[in-house]
């Protein structure tokens, strides 16, 4: 079992800066860590995920260029680096966590094992 916490939410302004930070704790044979939000009256979706053991990633074409996933494994945390914040950002993110890599189908959430309970992000200005 795989206990996952989220934080560092909050409001920034457009333009502007938050990090996520997403701490594993219990059993932790995981491979995959993913950042997915939902924003109000949509679906959930994926934002970006990180291989545990060798460290690949991917994005969705929206967040490209703006935000950054990262591990550290001592501390079984994985962040997610957000500039260049624009109000379509706002959303409750999460953290999942899958004990696959699931390669390009890394977007789905049915693959994900465990789940946060969420942080909230809000980029208003």
């Known amino acids: 079992q795989v206990q996952l916490v989220e934080s560092g939410g909050g409001l920034a302004q457009p333009g502007g800066s938050l990090t996520l930070s997403c701490a594993a704790s219990?059993?932790?044979?995981?491979?995959?860590i993913g950042w997915f939000r939902q924003a109000p009256g949509k679906e959930r979706e994926a934002v970006s995920c990180?291989?545990?053991?060798?460290?690949?990633?991917y994005y969705t074409d929206s967040v490209k260029d703006r935000f950054t996933i990262s591990r550290d494994n001592a501390k079984n945390t994985v962040y997610l680096q957000m500039n260049s914040l624009k109000p379509e950002d706002t959303a409750v993110y999460y953290c999942?966590?899958?004990?696959?890599?699931?390669?390009?189908?890394?977007?789905?959430?049915?693959?994900?094992?465990?789940w946060g309970q969420g942080t909230q992000v809000t980029v208003s200005s």
């Open positions: 999942s966590a899958g004990y696959n890599w699931y390669g390009s189908a890394w977007y789905k959430p049915a693959l994900y094992d465990f």
């Open positions: 990180i291989n545990r053991s060798d460290g690949s990633t």
């Open positions: 219990g059993f932790t044979p995981y491979y995959a």
